[in-house]
């Protein structure tokens, strides 16, 4: 395996908090204090989760489509996958509050959305440059060994058994137009807490499924906030929880419950202490 030796940063979960985005990036040396790119040859993988619950998701979008080609330009990289709460907004936007077959929510997706955090302004706002943006989104990555999704579950296996299969089930799912096969879709994007009880012993481990499928020695994801699924605090949410032995880690900082937006590091990481 070849390893970049530039700077690899991961962010996920901003859900419309665009200032607090801003800031962190700042913080974290890859932006100036107007918001543009100043990372170099760094790379800066976001893992989902753009949109809803915080005041600006779409603002969050077009600031990150500014931010790729501004790191283009000067030989570093944004990158950015899909997450469960685009898929919901537009799902909204598709079928907005048509009856979905086999699912009793009030207000088909559109009242299944707005009860997870949809925030009426984003879909107001949501145009088609950046429904373009949101469905050549890929799922997942392996960058420099590590395993990049968005939520912390087994269900992107049943896309496919590499990550080109996988991102390709994705992108054919989001192309779909037919409301029962969106409901799955949805909840194969919102499962979660697939790897906090992982037993690296045991022949079905997950993290160890996971990792031997697509490849990578770390799995990284967000979806699932360290402060009400991991028990952090959130005035104590400083930085990215590793465990599994550390083969997972996970960096929802769960802004949107007090939390902060974490810009994590994995370069400098250590590697996981039991391989898979």
């Known amino acids: 395996m070849?390893?970049?030796?530039?700077?690899?940063?991961?962010?996920?979960?901003?859900?419309?908090?665009?200032?607090?985005?801003?800031?962190?990036?700042?913080d974290a040396g890859l932006t100036d204090a107007t918001g543009r790119w100043s990372g170099a040859d760094a790379r800066l993988w976001l893992l989902g989760d753009y949109v809803d619950r915080g005041p600006d998701g779409i603002g969050v979008i077009d600031d990150v489509r500014r931010?790729?080609?501004?790191?283009?330009?000067?030989?570093?990289?944004?990158?950015?996958?899909?997450?469960?709460?685009?898929?919901q907004l537009l799902a909204a936007y598709l079928f907005d509050t048509s009856t979905v077959p086999g699912w009793p929510e009030?207000?088909?997706?559109?009242?299944?959305?707005?009860?997870?955090?949809?925030?009426?302004?984003?879909?107001?706002?949501?145009?088609d440059e950046q429904i373009s943006w949101i469905v050549s989104r890929?799922?997942?990555?392996?960058?420099?060994?590590?395993?990049?999704?968005?939520s912390d579950t087994i269900r992107y296996l049943e896309f496919g058994d590499s990550v080109a299969t996988v991102n390709a089930g994705i992108a054919e799912a989001l192309a779909s137009r037919d409301a029962a096969a969106w409901l799955a879709f949805c909840g194969q994007m919102s499962d979660r807490g697939a790897f906090r009880d992982s037993e690296p012993a045991s022949p079905d481990d997950p993290v160890a499924v996971m990792l031997s499928t697509y490849g990578g020695e770390v799995l990284v994801h967000g979806h699932s906030t360290l402060t009400k699924y991991f028990g952090v605090a959130p005035g104590e949410v400083r930085e990215a929880l590793r465990y599994a032995d550390g083969r997972v880690l996970a960096i929802d900082g769960g802004v949107y419950?007090?939390?902060?937006?974490?810009?994590?590091?994995l370069d400098v990481l250590p590697p996981p202490t039991t391989a898979h």
Do not use: C, K
Request: aromatic share 6%; hydrophobic share 40%.
């Open 2 to 26: 070849t390893v970049d030796q530039t700077p690899l940063f991961v962010v996920a979960d901003v859900h419309g908090h665009r200032a607090e985005l801003r800031n962190a990036l700042h």
């Open 67 to 87: 931010l790729t080609g501004q790191a283009a330009e000067a030989g570093g990289e944004v990158q950015a996958l899909l997450g469960n709460h685009e898929v």
């Open 106 to 127: 009030q207000d088909g997706f559109r009242g299944g959305w707005s009860r997870f955090g949809g925030r009426d302004d984003d879909l107001r706002r949501l145009g």
């Open 138 to 150: 890929p799922a997942m990555a392996v960058v420099d060994g590590y395993l990049l999704v968005h």
């Open 257 to 265: 419950e007090g939390g902060r937006i974490l810009v994590t590091r």
